[in-house]
C-alpha cells in the first residue's frame, strides 16, 4: 500500500515539468479590472474558478485554471498577476514555449508581481531557446535568493549546454507520427528491430474503463499498438486485456522480436508473453529487481539475458535520483540481484527511458544530468567491457531540446528512431515522433543547412546506413512443409566456438514470424526444433564481420519426420579438402544425437556431398569419407551403427549452380536423410 501511495504521488509530478518552485497564489483584487460592471463580474467568476484549481498545483489542475484565466484575460490582458498566472500554468504544462510572453508581460507591468517571477521568467527564455537572456535572469535571481543556488546554478549550465548543442544541428528529420497521437498524452513508443510493430502508451478517451484519474484529470494509462503497412504506420488499437486494467498500464520494455514486453503497474515492473495474437497475464519481476523503491524504465538485452531499468526515482525532485540497474538470468531461470551502473552513466541526477540496441553494446537512455540542455534528453554510451561504459554522448540538437525529450528507440539499422518530446506541431501533450538519420548514428553533427536539404533527398541506403552499426538480424516465416500452416518452434542461437546456446526464443504460433539480432564477432548456429519434425539449422559466420548493418530474410519450411525426408547439416565443418570434423561442428552433431535418441527406431542416411573441383575419383572418396566421420562421431557417441548408413555422393548431387562460389558452397554439404521411420 505504502509503494501505491508513492506511485501515485510520484505520477503527480512527474507528469507535471517537475519544477520545484511553490508558486504564489496571489489574489487577483476587483479593482484591478478597469471594465464595465458585467465584464468585472465575468471575469472576476473566471479568476474565482481559476484560483480553485490553481491552488492544487498539478498539472491537470493548472490546466483547468488555465481555461478560465484566459477567459478573464479577455477582459484585462494587461493585469500582471493575471498574466503570471497565466504563465505558470503554461509551464507547468507541456505547452511551456507560450509562457514566456504572459511572464514577460507580468514583470514589465510589475517586477514584483511575485517573489519567483524573475525565476519563472527565465525559465520561459531557457525553453525559448533564448539561453543567454535566461542566464542573466538567473543569475539575477539567485543573488537575491542564495538558498536557491544549487537549483539554479543547474539550470545555468542547462542553458550553457543549450548554446553550445544548438550550433551544430544534427543531421535528422523529425516527424510527428501523427496517425499515432491523439490530443492526449502519447508517448514510451516500443518497437520491433525491424521497426514493423510499435507498442506505445496513450492516455486517451478509449482506455479500459474510460475513467479520469482524480489526481491530474487524465486518462488512465492503457497500452496500443500499431504495425506498418507499406512503411507507414496503421492506425493504433487498444491492445486490449489482459494487459490493460482500470488502472494505469504503460509500455517499458519490448523485446527485439516481438514476443516479449515489460510493462509498468504500481511503482513494478512487469512481464508478458506473446502466444499467437494473446499476450498473456502480465506477471511481476522478482524482488531482486522489483524493490520497495520505484521501478520506472526497462528493456531487454538483445539475447533477452539482461533487463536493463530504473529505479530510485522519488516524488520530491531534489531528493530523486532514478539510477539505471541490471540484472541477468541465470541457467536456473532466477534473475541475479540487480547492480547499478557505474557513474560514468548514472549522473547526481535522474535517468529514465533506458533503452539497449540489438547491437547488444549500445546503450541510449534519458538523463537529467551530464550535459541536459534542460530537462530530460537523450544520451548514448558504447559497452566497452563488462560493465564498463564510454562517456555518455548528447544525441544533440534538434533531437533533445530545453524540455523533456524521453523514451528514445532506435531501429537495428540505426538509420529510424521514435521517442516521446514537446515540439511546436505536438497535438496538445506529448508525441510520439520520428527521427530519420539521415548519415547514421556515429555522424550526428551537420556542418550546414544546405547540407541537410540536400541528404533529406536521398537519405542513405538500409545497408549503409551506419558502419558503426555491425549487426544482422534474420527475420523470415516458419510453416509445416506440407500443410504451410503457420507453426511455433523453438529457436536456438548457438556460439559454434563455445557450443553455448546464447539466445532462445519461439515464432509466433499464429504467423510463424520469428526474428533475431546477431551482433558481430562470432560463428552463429540457429537451430530449428519441434516435435514431429526434422531439426532445421543455418548457419551465419560473422567471425570476421567488417561492419555494417545485414537483413537477411530467411523463411522456412520445417521437414516432418517421415520416410526420405531430408535435411542439410549446416553448421557441420571440415577443413578444406580434408574429412576431420572441425570443433565448430560440435553442437550440431550433438543435435543429431539428441534427434536419434529421441526417436530411437528411425534409421538415417549421412551423405557426402562436393563441388565440381577435383577429379571424380577425389571428390567421391573425400564425400564418402566425411560421411564416414560423422557415423563415427554418431557412434563414439552413443549411437547404434545399424542406425546409419553412410554414402558419399561426391559432386553428383548438386543443389546449387557450380559456377558461382556461393552455389559451389552450398553443395559442399552433408545431408541428413530417413531411410526407415
Same mark, same amino acid.
Given at each position: 500500500?505504502?509503494?501505491?501511495?508513492?506511485?501515485? $504521488?510520484?505520477?503527480?509530478?512527474?507528469?507535471?515539468? %517537475?519544477?520545484?518552485?511553490?508558486?504564489?497564489?496571489?489574489?487577483?483584487?476587483?479593482?484591478?479590472?478597469?471594465?464595465?460592471?458585467?465584464?468585472?463580474?465575468?471575469?472576476?467568476?473566471?479568476?474565482?474558478?481559476?484560483?480553485?484549481?490553481?491552488?492544487?498545483?498539478?498539472?491537470?489542475?493548472?490546466?483547468?485554471?488555465?481555461?478560465?484565466?484566459?477567459?478573464?484575460?479577455?477582459?484585462?490582458?494587461?493585469?500582471?498577476?493575471?498574466?503570471?498566472?497565466?504563465?505558470?500554468?503554461?509551464?507547468?504544462?507541456?505547452?511551456?514555449?507560450?509562457?514566456?510572453?504572459?511572464?514577460?508581460?507580468?514583470?514589465?507591468?510589475?517586477?514584483?508581481?511575485?517573489?519567483?517571477?524573475?525565476?519563472?521568467?527565465? @525559465?520561459?527564455?531557457?525553453?525559448?531557446?533564448?539561453?543567454?537572456?535566461?542566464?542573466?535572469?538567473?543569475?539575477?535571481?539567485?543573488?537575491?535568493?542564495?538558498?536557491?543556488?544549487?537549483?539554479?546554478?543547474?539550470?545555468?549550465?542547462?542553458?550553457?549546454?543549450?548554446?553550445?548543442?544548438?550550433?551544430?544541428?544534427?543531421?535528422?528529420?523529425?516527424?510527428?507520427?501523427?496517425?499515432? *497521437?491523439?490530443?492526449?498524452?502519447?508517448?514510451?513508443?516500443? $518497437? #520491433?528491430?525491424?521497426?514493423?510493430?510499435?507498442?506505445?502508451?496513450?492516455?486517451?478517451?478509449?482506455?479500459?474503463?474510460?475513467?479520469?484519474?482524480?489526481?491530474?484529470?487524465?486518462?488512465?494509462?492503457?497500452?496500443?499498438?500499431?504495425?506498418?503497412?507499406?512503411?507507414?504506420?496503421?492506425?493504433?488499437?487498444?491492445?486490449?486485456?489482459?494487459?490493460? #486494467?482500470?488502472?494505469?498500464?504503460?509500455?517499458? +520494455?519490448?523485446?527485439?522480436?516481438?514476443?516479449?514486453?515489460?510493462?509498468?503497474? /504500481?511503482?513494478?515492473?512487469?512481464?508478458?508473453?506473446?502466444?499467437?495474437?494473446?499476450?498473456?497475464?502480465?506477471?511481476?519481476?522478482?524482488?531482486?529487481?522489483?524493490?520497495?523503491?520505484?521501478?520506472? @524504465?526497462?528493456?531487454?538485452?538483445?539475447?533477452?539475458?539482461?533487463?536493463?531499468?530504473?529505479?530510485?526515482?522519488?516524488?520530491?525532485?531534489?531528493?530523486?535520483?532514478?539510477?539505471?540497474?541490471?540484472?541477468?538470468?541465470?541457467?536456473?531461470?532466477?534473475?541475479?540481484?540487480?547492480?547499478?551502473?557505474?557513474?560514468?552513466?548514472?549522473?547526481?541526477?535522474?535517468? &529514465?527511458?533506458?533503452?539497449?540496441?540489438?547491437?547488444?553494446?549500445?546503450?541510449?537512455?534519458?538523463?537529467?544530468?551530464?550535459?541536459?540542455? %534542460?530537462?530530460?534528453?537523450?544520451?548514448?554510451?558504447?559497452?566497452?567491457?563488462?560493465?564498463?561504459?564510454?562517456?555518455?554522448?548528447?544525441?544533440?540538437?534538434?533531437?533533445?531540446?530545453?524540455?523533456?525529450? $524521453?523514451?528514445?528507440?532506435?531501429?537495428?539499422?540505426?538509420?529510424?528512431?521514435?521517442?516521446?518530446?514537446?515540439?511546436?506541431?505536438?497535438?496538445?501533450?506529448?508525441?510520439?515522433?520520428?527521427?530519420?538519420?539521415?548519415?547514421?548514428?556515429?555522424?550526428?553533427?551537420?556542418?550546414?543547412?544546405?547540407?541537410?536539404?540536400?541528404?533529406?533527398?536521398?537519405?542513405?541506403?538500409?545497408?549503409?546506413?551506419?558502419?558503426? #552499426?555491425?549487426?544482422? $538480424?534474420?527475420?523470415?516465416?516458419?510453416?509445416? *512443409?506440407?500443410? +504451410?500452416?503457420?507453426?511455433?518452434?523453438?529457436?536456438?542461437?548457438?556460439?559454434?566456438?563455445?557450443?553455448?546456446?546464447?539466445?532462445?526464443?519461439?515464432?509466433?504460433?499464429?504467423?510463424?514470424?520469428?526474428?533475431?539480432?546477431?551482433?558481430?564477432?562470432?560463428?552463429?548456429?540457429?537451430?530449428?526444433?519441434?516435435?514431429?519434425?526434422?531439426?532445421?539449422?543455418?548457419?551465419?559466420?560473422?567471425?570476421?564481420?567488417?561492419?555494417?548493418?545485414?537483413?537477411?530474410?530467411?523463411?522456412?519450411?520445417?521437414?516432418?519426420?517421415?520416410?526420405?525426408?531430408?535435411?542439410?547439416?549446416?553448421?557441420?565443418?571440415?577443413?578444406?579438402?580434408?574429412?576431420?570434423?572441425?570443433?565448430?561442428?560440435?553442437?550440431?552433431?550433438?543435435?543429431?544425437?539428441?534427434?536419434?535418441?529421441?526417436?530411437?527406431?528411425?534409421?538415417?542416411?549421412?551423405?557426402?556431398?562436393?563441388?565440381?573441383?577435383?577429379?571424380?575419383?577425389?571428390?567421391?572418396?573425400?564425400?564418402?569419407?566425411?560421411?564416414?566421420?560423422?557415423?563415427?562421431?554418431? #557412434? &563414439?557417441?552413443?549411437?547404434?551403427?545399424?542406425?546409419?548408413?553412410?554414402? %558419399?555422393?561426391?559432386?553428383?548431387?548438386?543443389?546449387?549452380?557450380?559456377?558461382?562460389?556461393?552455389?559451389?558452397?552450398?553443395?559442399? /554439404?552433408?545431408?541428413?536423410?530417413?531411410?526407415?521411420?
Amino acid at each position: 500500500m505504502k509503494k501505491t501511495i508513492v506511485t501515485i $504521488i510520484l505520477l503527480m509530478i512527474l507528469l507535471a515539468s %517537475g519544477n520545484i518552485f511553490a508558486q504564489e497564489n496571489i489574489k487577483i483584487p476587483k479593482s484591478s479590472f478597469k471594465t464595465e460592471k458585467k465584464g468585472i463580474g465575468a471575469a472576476m467568476k473566471s479568476i474565482k474558478y481559476g484560483d480553485f484549481f490553481f491552488k492544487d498545483k498539478i498539472e491537470g489542475s493548472y490546466l483547468k485554471a488555465l481555461n478560465y484565466y484566459l477567459e478573464a484575460y479577455e477582459y484585462n490582458p494587461d493585469n500582471a498577476t493575471l498574466n503570471y498566472k497565466i504563465g505558470v500554468c503554461y509551464i507547468e504544462s507541456v505547452q511551456k514555449n507560450e509562457a514566456l510572453q504572459y511572464f514577460q508581460k507580468a514583470y514589465d507591468t510589475n517586477e514584483y508581481v511575485a517573489n519567483d517571477i524573475k525565476y519563472y521568467l527565465a @525559465s520561459a527564455l531557457h525553453y525559448s531557446y533564448k539561453f543567454e537572456e535566461a542566464i542573466e535572469l538567473f543569475t539575477e535571481y539567485k543573488k537575491l535568493n542564495p538558498e536557491k543556488n544549487k537549483i539554479v546554478n543547474k539550470r545555468i549550465e542547462e542553458c550553457n549546454s543549450g548554446i553550445k548543442l544548438t550550433k551544430k544541428k544534427v543531421e535528422v528529420l523529425i516527424n510527428n507520427v501523427s496517425i499515432i *497521437n491523439s490530443k492526449h498524452k502519447d508517448y514510451s513508443p516500443m $518497437i #520491433t528491430a525491424d521497426g514493423e510493430k510499435l507498442i506505445f502508451t496513450s492516455r486517451r478517451e478509449n482506455s479500459t474503463g474510460a475513467q479520469l484519474d482524480p489526481f491530474d484529470n487524465q486518462f488512465f494509462e492503457d497500452i496500443y499498438f500499431s504495425k506498418s503497412k507499406d512503411n507507414n504506420w496503421i492506425a493504433p488499437r487498444n491492445i486490449g486485456s489482459p494487459l490493460n #486494467t482500470e488502472g494505469h498500464d504503460a509500455t517499458v +520494455g519490448f523485446s527485439n522480436d516481438g514476443q516479449q514486453l515489460i510493462t509498468y503497474s /504500481r511503482g513494478d515492473l512487469f512481464i508478458s508473453k506473446l502466444r499467437g495474437k494473446n499476450w498473456s497475464k502480465p506477471k511481476a519481476l522478482p524482488k531482486t529487481i522489483n524493490s520497495k523503491e520505484m521501478e520506472s @524504465s526497462a528493456c531487454f538485452s538483445y539475447d533477452g539475458k539482461t533487463i536493463y531499468f530504473v529505479r530510485g526515482k522519488k516524488a520530491n525532485p531534489e531528493e530523486s535520483n532514478g539510477d539505471i540497474y541490471f540484472s541477468t538470468i541465470g541457467l536456473d531461470g532466477k534473475w541475479s540481484e540487480a547492480v547499478k551502473l557505474d557513474n560514468t552513466i548514472n549522473s547526481p541526477y535522474d535517468e &529514465d527511458g533506458v533503452y539497449m540496441h540489438p547491437d547488444g553494446r549500445t546503450i541510449y537512455f534519458s538523463s537529467k544530468g551530464h550535459n541536459s540542455m %534542460g530537462g530530460y534528453d537523450v544520451f548514448k554510451s558504447e559497452l566497452l567491457e563488462k560493465n564498463s561504459w564510454s562517456k555518455p554522448v548528447n544525441m544533440g540538437y534538434p533531437i533533445n531540446s530545453p524540455d523533456d525529450d $524521453i523514451y528514445f528507440v532506435l531501429t537495428a539499422n540505426k538509420k529510424i528512431g521514435y521517442y516521446s518530446a514537446v515540439r511546436d506541431d505536438t497535438k496538445g501533450y506529448t508525441d510520439i515522433y520520428q527521427v530519420i538519420f539521415l548519415n547514421g548514428t556515429n555522424n550526428l553533427i551537420l556542418n550546414s543547412e544546405d547540407n541537410l536539404i540536400a541528404s533529406a533527398t536521398s537519405p542513405a541506403s538500409e545497408t549503409s546506413i551506419d558502419k558503426s #552499426t555491425r549487426l544482422t $538480424i534474420v527475420k523470415g516465416i516458419i510453416k509445416d *512443409n506440407i500443410t +504451410g500452416k503457420a507453426i511455433e518452434c523453438i529457436i536456438e542461437i548457438i556460439d559454434n566456438e563455445t557450443n553455448e546456446v546464447v539466445y532462445r526464443t519461439t515464432s509466433n504460433s499464429a504467423t510463424g514470424e520469428y526474428l533475431v539480432s546477431l551482433p558481430p564477432g562470432k560463428n552463429y548456429g540457429m537451430a530449428i526444433k519441434k516435435d514431429g519434425y526434422l531439426f532445421h539449422s543455418e548457419n551465419f559466420d560473422l567471425l570476421d564481420d567488417e561492419g555494417g548493418y545485414k537483413k537477411v530474410e530467411q523463411n522456412i519450411e520445417m521437414v516432418n519426420i517421415a520416410e526420405n525426408s531430408k535435411i542439410t547439416l549446416k553448421n557441420l565443418f571440415f577443413d578444406v579438402g580434408k574429412s576431420n570434423i572441425k570443433e565448430e561442428s560440435a553442437s550440431e552433431l550433438d543435435r543429431v544425437i539428441e534427434f536419434l535418441n529421441e526417436y530411437p527406431k528411425i534409421k538415417v542416411e549421412i551423405s557426402g556431398h562436393t563441388d565440381n573441383r577435383g577429379t571424380k575419383e577425389k571428390n567421391l572418396k573425400l564425400s564418402q569419407d566425411r560421411a564416414q566421420a560423422v557415423v563415427t562421431y554418431l #557412434t &563414439d557417441n552413443g549411437i547404434n551403427k545399424n542406425r546409419l548408413v553412410p554414402v %558419399g555422393y561426391g559432386m553428383r548431387e548438386p543443389i546449387k549452380d557450380n559456377k558461382t562460389k556461393e552455389g559451389r558452397a552450398q553443395n559442399r /554439404r552433408v545431408d541428413f536423410k530417413i531411410i526407415e521411420n
